[in-house]
């Protein structure tokens, strides 16, 4: 009796584990699964006309993860809610909504949907494109977004034809056509109407189809699209990611170092031009009386703080107020005005620290120094300058003086530029006397001098990168082309910059041995870094241009026949 039980287990127990095996799952074993999922049927088939149904059909190479699918199909124009009826890799999509006569349609498959056995994902977006006349439309925008992760990102294009552009608002209008990027970026929507188009690209964290400000990046074009007769395609449409900040800065806390100096804290980085113009005031909470401001210095490594110096010392344990007006944030946000006070208590402590300096970049015997650096030097606190102007030199090995100049970036940054470049694998010493480096309230060091000796670049172990920069736009005010180059693969990295007037001969030289990355921007707003623009208000970003492959740099060699192209393919 007992064996029989037993035997009518074993059969028991592999039945039960085929049930259980029943739903999706790949048949297991054999190799790494490295292929990605394709589409390789579909009804009704891709450019058809004429036609009339519910319902579409999709055929997969393999597996898919359902839900992955479920949330990366999106049809334009928009058919209503739709219902997936799933039988092994086929999948059946019905909508709520009838066909409109004359339409074509776009169904877009994104990049999101993935595999059941190892989770790769498809390669690119997939498109199917019918309609319900007698013809197709045959509209194209091709592009390309460039970011650390360029996969997966939302291309939203928006027609503009029936509405006014000014009041398109992508965080409350959902898009006409939607694409996602594939593993480079790339991007394509098809089979589009002929129009004036609108693209933002998004990263859509919340896969809700529409711009979340503060939480999705965005990336907008420098123009419009238009697609029409002559030009019905548009390719080279390229993107850049950002985060639209619209918080107003504000103050956090003012700490009293000493009598006479204050650490100023802001909620975010400041520029620092509208700081240095900025007015700052400081009163007595009790008499109201004001207190004299000597001067303010923006930290240059934080620009989130600041020191502001009295003219008077502040009495301890008295309450004041500081007030900042007309500063902005890096992105032109003005300060918030109800949170631009803050109230402390003063402090006893004297002044008696001697400032701190730190040379940046540079240690005693450091070698392979840029024949044209130009030396920060950077204080604790503010100083006399003064007592600077003479203090501080270089000279070669011969100890022989190299004319230099001093400006002042801040109370307590100067940088130091040679008059002439440096002669190159040679010895220079920089020598700052200590007892000239001074602040407000007289405190300084003994009779020292701090010498760093460092050798500069062999330019034999050198090359050089030179080519062209073209531009087919011809239009006014396009802005200087500030060109970067950028060793790859280093830490920190090390970029160097040209900034010409207009498009034409370029330059790099005494490059060290390695690959770089070249990349430009057309500088339209004069600022000095890129522009990203602004999904709304509108705001079109700056144009660029990448060299897509990276350039090898020998030693005494120049690399020749380097073309920057500014594309011009987005035309009003």
């Given at each position: 009796?007992?064996?029989?039980?037993?035997?009518?287990?074993?059969?028991?127990?592999?039945?039960?584990?085929?049930?259980?095996?029943?739903?999706?799952?790949?048949?297991?074993?054999?190799?790494?699964?490295?292929?990605?999922?394709?589409?390789?049927?579909?009804?009704?088939?891709?450019?058809?006309?004429?036609?009339?149904?519910?319902?579409?059909?999709?055929?997969?190479?393999?597996?898919?993860?359902?839900?992955?699918?479920?949330?990366?199909?999106?049809?334009?124009?928009?058919?209503?809610?739709?219902?997936?009826?799933?039988?092994?890799?086929?999948v059946e999509i019905s909508f709520s909504e009838q066909l409109k006569r004359n339409?074509?349609?776009?169904?877009?498959?994104?990049?999101?949907?993935?595999?059941?056995?190892?989770?790769?994902?498809?390669?690119?977006?997939?498109?199917?494109?019918?309609?319900?006349?007698?013809m197709i439309d045959q509209g194209v925008m091709q592009g390309r977004v460039f970011?650390?992760?360029?996969?997966?990102?939302?291309?939203?294009?928006?027609?503009?034809?029936?509405?006014?552009?000014?009041?398109?608002?992508?965080?409350?209008?959902?898009?006409?056509?939607?694409?996602?990027?594939?593993?480079?970026?790339?991007?394509?929507?098809?089979?589009?109407?002929?129009?004036?188009?609108?693209?933002?690209?998004?990263?859509?964290e919340y896969r809700n189809l529409i711009y979340d400000k503060q939480i999705d990046?965005?990336?907008?074009?420098?123009?419009?699209?238009?697609?029409?007769?002559?030009?019905?395609?548009?390719?080279?449409?390229?993107?850049?990611?950002?985060?639209?900040?619209?918080?107003?800065?504000?103050?956090?806390?003012?700490?009293?170092?000493?009598?006479?100096?204050?650490?100023?804290?802001?909620?975010?980085?400041?520029?620092?031009?509208?700081?240095?113009?900025?007015?700052?005031?400081?009163?007595?909470?009790?008499?109201?009386?004001?207190?004299?401001?000597?001067?303010?210095?923006?930290?240059?490594?934080?620009?989130?703080?600041?020191?502001?110096?009295?003219?008077?010392?502040?009495?301890?344990?008295?309450?004041?107020?500081?007030?900042?007006?007309?500063?902005?944030?890096?992105?032109?946000?003005?300060?918030?005005?109800?949170?631009?006070?803050?109230?402390?208590?003063?402090?006893?402590?004297?002044?008696?620290?001697?400032?701190?300096?730190?040379?940046?970049?540079?240690?005693?015997?450091?070698?392979?120094?840029?024949?044209?650096?130009?030396?920060?030097?950077?204080?604790?606190?503010?100083?006399?300058?003064?007592?600077?102007?003479?203090?501080?030199?270089?000279?070669?090995?011969?100890?022989?003086?190299?004319?230099?100049?001093?400006?002042?970036?801040?109370?307590?940054?100067?940088?130091?530029?040679?008059?002439?470049?440096?002669?190159?694998?040679?010895?220079?010493?920089?020598?700052?006397?200590?007892?000239?480096?001074?602040?407000?309230?007289?405190?300084?060091?003994?009779?020292?001098?701090?010498?760093?000796?460092?050798?500069?670049?062999?330019?034999?172990?050198?090359?050089?990168?030179?080519?062209?920069?073209?531009?087919?736009?011809?239009?006014?005010?396009?802005?200087?082309?500030?060109?970067?180059?950028?060793?790859?693969?280093?830490?920190?990295?090390?970029?160097?910059?040209?900034?010409?007037?207009?498009?034409?001969?370029?330059?790099?030289?005494?490059?060290?041995?390695?690959?770089?990355?070249?990349?430009?921007?057309?500088?339209?707003?004069?600022?000095?870094?890129?522009?990203?623009?602004?999904?709304?208000?509108?705001?079109?970003?700056?144009?660029?241009?990448?060299?897509?492959?990276?350039?090898?740099?020998?030693?005494?060699?120049?690399?020749?026949?380097?073309?920057?192209?500014?594309?011009?393919?987005?035309?009003?």
């Amino acid at each position: 009796m007992t064996k029989k039980i037993l035997l009518s287990l074993s059969f028991v127990f592999p039945a039960l584990l085929l049930l259980s095996c029943a739903g999706q799952v790949p048949p297991g074993g054999g190799p790494p699964d490295t292929i990605p999922p394709t589409v390789i049927f579909t009804r009704p088939d891709t450019n058809a006309v004429s036609v009339q149904t519910d319902r579409i059909i999709l055929e997969f190479s393999e597996y898919v993860d359902r839900r992955s699918v479920e949330e990366s199909i999106f049809i334009s124009p928009y058919l209503g809610q739709l219902e997936f009826d799933w039988s092994g890799r086929e999948v059946e999509i019905s909508f709520s909504e009838q066909l409109k006569r004359n339409t074509t349609y776009v169904v877009n498959l994104g990049t999101d949907v993935v595999d059941i056995r190892a989770r790769n994902r498809m390669a690119s977006g997939f498109t199917l494109a019918f309609s319900t006349g007698e013809m197709i439309d045959q509209g194209v925008m091709q592009g390309r977004v460039f970011d650390d992760k360029p996969e997966g990102i939302m291309m939203f294009a928006y027609a503009l034809g029936d509405i006014d552009p000014d009041t398109l608002d992508p965080s409350t209008t959902k898009p006409d056509y939607i694409m996602q990027t594939g593993k480079n970026g790339n991007f394509t929507f098809s089979n589009l109407r002929l129009d004036t188009y609108r693209i933002i690209a998004v990263r859509d964290e919340y896969r809700n189809l529409i711009y979340d400000k503060q939480i999705d990046q965005f990336g907008v074009t420098s123009r419009d699209v238009t697609l029409n007769d002559n030009n019905p395609q548009a390719s080279d449409l390229w993107f850049r990611l950002s985060a639209e900040d619209t918080a107003k800065p504000f103050l956090t806390r003012v700490v009293p170092l000493t009598q006479t100096l204050l650490h100023v804290r802001f909620s975010e980085p400041l520029d620092t031009a509208s700081f240095t113009k900025s007015t700052i005031t400081l009163e007595d909470t009790v008499t109201l009386q004001p207190v004299g401001i000597l001067l303010r210095s923006l930290d240059r490594s934080d620009s989130t703080a600041a020191l502001v110096m009295t003219s008077t010392p502040l009495d301890s344990g008295r309450a004041y107020r500081l007030s900042v007006r007309d500063v902005r944030d890096k992105v032109g946000n003005q300060i918030d005005t109800l949170n631009a006070s803050f109230v402390f208590v003063g402090v006893s402590t004297p002044d008696t620290l001697a400032p701190q300096l730190q040379v940046i970049g540079l240690r005693d015997s450091i070698r392979d120094v840029a024949l044209e650096h130009p030396f920060e030097f950077r204080f604790s606190f503010p100083v006399r300058r003064e007592p600077l102007t003479s203090a501080i030199s270089l000279a070669d090995s011969t100890a022989t003086g190299v004319a230099r100049s001093l400006q002042w970036v801040t109370e307590s940054s100067v940088l130091l530029s040679p008059d002439r470049s440096l002669r190159s694998y040679s010895w220079y010493t920089i020598r700052v006397v200590m007892d000239s480096v001074m602040d407000y309230a007289g405190n300084s060091y003994e009779d020292s001098v701090l010498v760093i000796r460092f050798q500069t670049l062999n330019l034999a172990t050198t090359g050089a990168i030179e080519g062209y920069v073209v531009d087919s736009d011809t239009g006014k005010n396009l802005g200087d082309v500030v060109l970067s180059t950028s060793r790859v693969a280093i830490t920190p990295p090390v970029t160097r910059t040209l900034r010409l007037p207009e498009p034409g001969k370029f330059k790099f030289e005494h490059l060290p041995e390695g690959l770089y990355a070249i990349q430009a921007f057309r500088d339209r707003d004069s600022s000095g870094s890129y522009s990203h623009g602004r999904p709304f208000p509108f705001q079109p970003a700056e144009r660029f241009a990448v060299y897509q492959d990276t350039v090898k740099v020998r030693a005494r060699w120049s690399v020749e026949g380097v073309y920057i192209n500014f594309k011009h393919n987005a035309k009003p």
